[in-house]
């Protein structure tokens, strides 16, 4: 499947742009908030112009006014709305909105505040400990121990803990509660972390990771319908799903997006769901290796996971990436085929499994 760039079919893949480094740090944040790093974008975003923004805000504040007026009758227009861009403005309130985090905040008042007064389990707190200076460490709120944001994210990941003690802390919701934090309040981020951990990403933060391993064939098998060449190239490089989908499914693309890229998959995410980060993954593998001279430049497993790790910059311009995933010739119908498949598979090896210990 060829993919459109620029408003251009791309019949080739470029080398991935070298990113500004890591290590140089600047005293003037970008308007997301970095200091520098992979996700510093120092340069002016070429948005719509004042006057759409605007209409649009209008268009927003109407709907969140009758939310669930339009959540139950008007669904469509709220899909559509999502995949031009919610504007920046809007974005925290309609993500808690979206995501069903507003509906979880007014049914349960103060739970926050008890969740952080409970005393925790130490060895998830001491894991939290570990990971809170992990999280983007070059943006303004997570710089240093002294930002208020490394003890919010302590907060938000501590009180999910007591919430939901049979899942505990699972480090890769720390990327996704730290990026929630950088758009709404601690208590909001919290519901929010909540809805996507228990219903979007359900069950992807238990200890064997059996969904997310299960999803990661699903992916597989999308990608044979719509790109066989490269399911193909993946299987003779021994390139299993799990080498490349764990940290964008269990992340939600956090740690793997240009910024402004990211805001915009994730406007999408929290309208239509989980399909959404497997649209995101397929354009990816897609995009870096679509082509016969990508994969020619990726005869081993090394290369091509490197490939994978370096999208062509091209690739992830916002507006391409989101125009690519909404082409996509997959349907509901494709996505219940492989889950009806990989579950089945699951069953199966879990009863051979038995069997196989109760011969013992």
Not at 23 to 50: C, K, M, T, W
Not at 304 to 315: H, I, K, S, V
Not at 316 to 338: A, H, K, M, P, S
Request: some cysteine; proline content about 6%; aromatic content about 10%.
């Amino acid at each position: 499947m060829a993919l459109s760039i620029n408003g251009d079919t791309v019949s080739e893949c470029s080398e991935a742009s070298t990113l500004i480094d890591g290590s140089v740090i600047s005293n003037v944040p970008d308007r997301h908030g970095f200091l520098g790093g992979a996700q510093y974008s120092p340069e002016p975003r070429q948005g719509p112009p004042p006057e759409t923004v605007l209409r649009r805000e209008r268009k927003w504040l109407k709907m969140l006014s009758k939310w669930n007026f339009y959540m139950e009758r008007n669904y469509r227009n709220i899909k559509e709305r999502c995949r031009k861009g919610i504007p920046m403005s809007i974005r925290p309130r309609a993500w808690l909105y979206l995501c069903g985090g507003q509906m979880l905040l007014s049914k349960y008042p103060g739970r926050y505040e008890d969740c952080l007064n409970a005393t925790g389990d130490t060895k998830c707190l001491e894991d939290i400990k570990k990971d809170i200076h992990r999280q983007f460490p070059t943006h303004e709120m997570f710089s240093s121990e002294d930002k208020p944001g490394q003890q919010e994210l302590f907060n938000v990941l501590k009180a999910y803990t007591i919430y939901n003690p049979d899942i505990g802390y699972c480090q890769a919701q720390a990327p996704v509660a730290a990026f929630l934090l950088m758009h709404m309040p601690a208590e909001q981020a919290f519901w929010c972390l909540v809805s996507i951990s228990d219903k979007y990403l359900q069950n992807y933060y238990s200890p064997n990771m059996e969904v997310v391993q299960r999803d990661g064939f699903i992916l597989q098998g999308l990608l044979k319908k719509v790109c066989p060449q490269v399911y193909k190239h993946l299987k003779k490089v021994n390139a299993e799903p799990m080498f490349y989908c764990t940290e964008w499914f269990l992340c939600a693309f956090t740690r793997t997006l240009p910024w402004d890229t990211l805001l915009r998959v994730w406007d999408v995410f929290l309208c239509e769901g989980v399909k959404v980060l497997f649209k995101t993954a397929l354009v990816v593998l897609i995009g870096c290796l679509g082509t016969a001279k990508s994969r020619r430049n990726c005869p081993g497993l090394c290369e091509t996971l490197a490939r994978l790790r370096n999208p062509p910059e091209e690739l992830l311009n916002e507006e391409t990436l989101i125009y690519n995933i909404n082409r996509l010739d997959i349907t509901e119908r494709d996505f219940q085929i492989e889950h009806q498949k990989q579950s089945k598979i699951i069953k199966m090896e879990k009863q051979a499994k038995k069997n196989g210990e109760q011969s013992r």
